[in-house]
């Protein structure tokens, strides 16, 4: 049930992300380009869109006990600021920033073809690959 949950999830935020029209490139990098004066905001009401549920889901999830889908509710991360923390974040923000695609939109923009995505989504897997070997090789 819990995979039900994760995949109808992970269908609705893509499906959230294609009719605002997120997976489109361009439309990231005009957020970001506010110098040119042709800014577009629409990321911004997309974001402030996507609180109102999260705030919802974090008001009922006080109060439960124990969620739906799980014995316990897992542990909140460590707040701890460190050079992989602050490298992943560089390396994301400049992807984003280069080419308008993160990691979700790029997945949902996958079923609307064209080889941009095919070759973000790609290379963000070998990205994927390439770092997890690299953590083993350290740790072994």
Not at 7 to 27: E, H, K, N, Q, Y
Not at 96 to 102: A, D, I, K
């Amino acid at each position: 049930m819990r995979r039900l949950v994760s995949l109808i999830s992970g269908l609705l935020f893509g499906a959230g992300l294609t009719v605002s029209d997120m997976v489109d490139p361009a439309r990231v990098i005009g957020f970001l380009d506010i110098a040119s004066g042709a800014w577009d905001p629409t990321l911004a009401f997309v974001l402030g869109g996507a609180m109102l549920p999260m705030i919802a889901a974090w008001l009922i999830a006080a109060r439960m006990r124990k969620p739906a889908y799980a014995d316990t509710f897992p542990a909140k991360p460590a707040a701890r600021f460190d050079l992989k923390l602050i490298g992943g974040a560089a390396l994301f923000g400049l992807g984003w920033g280069f080419v308008g695609f993160c990691p979700g939109p790029a997945l949902a923009a996958t079923s609307l073809g064209g080889v941009p995505v095919w070759i973000f989504v790609g290379s963000m897997l070998a990205g994927m690959l390439l770092f997890g070997a690299a953590m083993r090789f350290r740790a072994g």
